[in-house]
């Protein structure tokens, strides 16, 4: 089992910057890819950027050039570096962890960010 717990959501006015944290826990060995995943009121969940275990990155359309993710595998935590930040962007931010071998997902707690304008 693995074990994801996210921290760095919060309140922040247009143009603001906020820093996601997402730790590992567990049988952290497994992962290869690690997400973040967002989910507004009424929408569905969406695709906000993923990492693989080498590097690799994919981000949604609608953050490219905004958000970054970084992976530090040494410390077993990923980040969601989001700048620029605009009102459509607050949602409830959820961290995402993929273990091919197990065909499993692993999803944290998620952690609420709120842009005000």
């Known amino acids: 089992q693995v074990q994801l717990v996210e921290s760095g959501g919060g309140l922040v006015q247009v143009g603001g910057s906020l820093r996601l944290s997402c730790a590992a826990s567990?049988?952290?060995?497994?992962?290869?890819?690690m997400g973040w995943y967002r989910q507004a009121p009424g929408k569905k969940r969406e695709l906000v950027a993923v990492?693989?275990?080498?590097?690799?990155?994919n981000y949604a359309d609608s953050v490219k050039g905004r958000f970054t993710i970084s992976r530090d595998n040494a410390k077993n935590t990923a980040y969601l570096q989001m700048n620029s930040l605009k009102p459509e962007d607050t949602a409830v931010y959820y961290c995402?962890?993929?273990?091919?071998?197990?065909?499993?997902?692993?999803w944290g707690q998620g952690t609420q960010v709120t842009v005000s304008s």
């Open positions: 990492i693989t275990s080498g590097g690799s990155t």
């Open positions: 567990g049988d952290t060995i497994c992962i290869s890819h």
């Open positions: 995402n962890a993929f273990c091919p071998g197990r065909a499993s997902d692993y």
